[in-house]
T-cell receptor, first 114, second 116 residues
């Protein structure tokens, strides 16, 4: 059961361009939406996260846009750099008892070319 | 802090053998998660612990998989007997309670398992 759908599966962007990755969720109980970045041979690492009470969050070149009514959120990478080449995962979680279970999207492999 | 430490980094074994993966979480973290990553299914949550107690093991694929956390600094994921379809990268992650749910997950570098 795929609760978080992510697209595209892969993305090639030229250096300096904008990378956009989209995610959609079904469960309206989700209340935390992080993005993780994974380099080859490494574990995922938190990049940026948002809660549904705001529509946008920006950290440097990375921005999350959140549309609660459409149940969609996206990651925008401005001025994309070759060092941004990695796999990006969106995720969503909701509190269940005393903890939050994090459900990941299937990932987007980003390649930034020179 | 050394981060989450997993061992072995790579494991190649034959079908039917027992496999044990190990994880040392970040000191002070009270949540520990085991994930499996494959090309087909992405990152799947297998099980997670809170204060060494298993909370949710609904992601464990079948009885061949078991996980333990005997103390706050050590966890194991065991597969017995292993099958080729278990080939994947297994990640351990830890986090601490933030008052609004588990916070940032800190992942180890993973254990790449190949079952021949």
């Amino acid at each position: 059961q795929q609760q978080v759908k992510q697209s595209p599966q892969s993305l090639i962007v030229q250096k300096g361009g904008i990378s956009i990755i989209n995610c959609a969720y079904e469960n309206t109980a989700f209340d935390y939406f992080p993005w993780y970045q994974q380099f080859p041979g490494k574990g995922p690492a938190l990049l940026i996260a948002i809660r549904p009470d705001v529509s946008e969050k920006k950290e440097g070149r990375f921005t999350i846009s959140f549309n609660k009514s459409a149940k969609q959120f996206s990651l925008h990478i401005m001025d994309s750099q070759p060092g941004d080449s990695a796999t990006y995962f969106c995720a969503a979680s909701m509190r269940t008892g005393t903890a939050s279970k994090l459900t990941f999207g299937t990932g987007t492999r980003l390649q930034v070319t020179l | 802090d050394a981060g989450v430490i997993q061992s072995p980094r790579h494991e190649v074994t034959e079908m039917g053998q027992e496999v044990t993966l190990r994880c040392k979480p970040i000191s002070g973290h009270d949540y520990l998660f085991w994930y499996r990553q494959t090309m087909m299914r992405g990152l799947e949550l297998l099980i997670y612990f809170n204060n060494n107690v298993p909370i949710d093991d609904s992601g464990m694929p079948e009885d061949r998989f078991s996980a333990k956390m005997p103390n706050a600094s050590f966890s194991t994921l065991k597969i017995q007997p292993s099958e080729p379809r278990d080939s994947a990268v297994y990640f351990c992650a830890s986090s601490s309670w933030t008052g609004m749910g588990t916070g940032e997950l800190f992942f180890g570098e993973g254990s790449r398992l190949t079952v021949l």
